[in-house]
């Protein structure tokens, strides 16, 4: 299994929100497809905090109040519900990866966005099957799509609700 490391609140996202697109300059996953364990980091994305699409996630998950009006407050006081940092919280498959073109458009997907959560110019590493952990694992993350130790995947696999 392999391990991403995600700044929040977008790993949230990735596991409870529906963000079923992660977006990168590159294409760190080369041909890999497969399980991968997202892991929290230990930083805040502000973006990420004030980002409409995290408010109106938070508001299907919670009944937070929706979009662009609350996300211009300073969320990180409210956002005890995205925790923990520095920890591997859940399970996704990595289905594919693919470029925009210059125009935006995702490929291969043609006219359009792939996702809501897609950037432009930017490599869609697409997500689906998202299983959060009962209890978040710790764990040092690190730049890039990682293999994970055999001990460390026994302990997610035994964590992984289904």
Known sequence: MRILTVRQ???WAIIHGGKNVENRPQNLAGDYRGPIAIHAGK???LRGGRSGLIWDALSDDFGWPVGAEAARHDPR??????????AIIGVVNLVGVHRTREN???????????????????????????RPLVEPIPY??????RELPADVVERILAGVTS
């Not at 809501?116 to 998202?130: F, M, S, Y």
């Not at 040092?140 to 799509?145: E, I, P, W």
């Open 43 to 45: 930083e805040w994305d």
């Open 140 to 145: 040092k993350g690190a730049l890039g799509l």
């Open 9 to 11: 609140p977008w790993a």
């Open 77 to 86: 006081p409210g956002f005890d519900a995205i925790r923990p940092l520095g």
């Open 104 to 130: 935006g458009e995702c490929r291969p997907m043609g006219l359009g966005w792939c996702s809501r959560w897609a950037e432009p110019n930017a490599w869609h590493l697409r997500l689906a099957d998202p």
